[in-house]
């Protein structure tokens, strides 16, 4: 995130919902129209699916009882960040689960579907980016 870091950026939506299990649903629907609106339509299904999980997380491990999210357009790359931010300061674990598990992936899949990933502190808390670029 340093190198981008400093690249202008625009801001795409920002807003906060409380951290109950219907606000992941609220925050892929914010984040698929604000995508749209920009025309950044081949970005929806990653970053919907990024969002779920970084919200998911936020409500169910951070205990968030609320948490703010925004999304950006990186200006001379045109790539998009996604920022999840929660007020529990331990920072997110990546788990290997056994096969048979049917929870734990939830970070993998944040690794596989983005550029790269990562977290800040922040205060209070953390900010969770996940970065995605266009594919060639």
């Known amino acids: 995130m340093m190198a981008i870091a400093a690249e202008e950026s625009t801001s795409l939506a920002a807003f906060t919902l409380p951290g109950t299990p219907y606000s992941a649903a609220m925050a892929r629907f914010y984040v698929r129209a604000a995508?749209?609106?920009?025309?950044?339509?081949?970005f929806i299904e990653d970053v919907e699916t990024v969002t779920s999980e970084l919200v998911s997380n936020a409500i169910a491990h951070a205990s968030a009882?609320?948490?703010?999210?925004?999304?950006?357009?990186?200006?001379?790359?045109?790539?998009?960040?996604?920022?999840?931010?929660?007020?529990?300061?331990?920072?997110?674990?990546?788990?290997?689960?056994?096969?048979?598990?049917?929870?734990?992936?939830?970070?993998?899949?944040?690794?596989?579907?983005?550029?790269?990933?990562?977290w800040t502190p922040r205060d209070p808390g953390k900010a969770m980016f996940a970065i995605f670029t266009r594919q060639g």
């Open 35 to 42: 995508l749209g609106h920009h025309e950044l339509g081949d």
């Open 65 to 118: 009882r609320a948490f703010d999210l925004e999304l950006l357009r990186l200006d001379g790359s045109g790539a998009v960040v996604l920022v999840v931010t929660d007020p529990c300061p331990p920072p997110p674990v990546k788990r290997h689960p056994a096969a048979g598990a049917e929870h734990g992936r939830g970070l993998l899949v944040v690794e596989a579907l983005t550029t790269s990933w990562g």
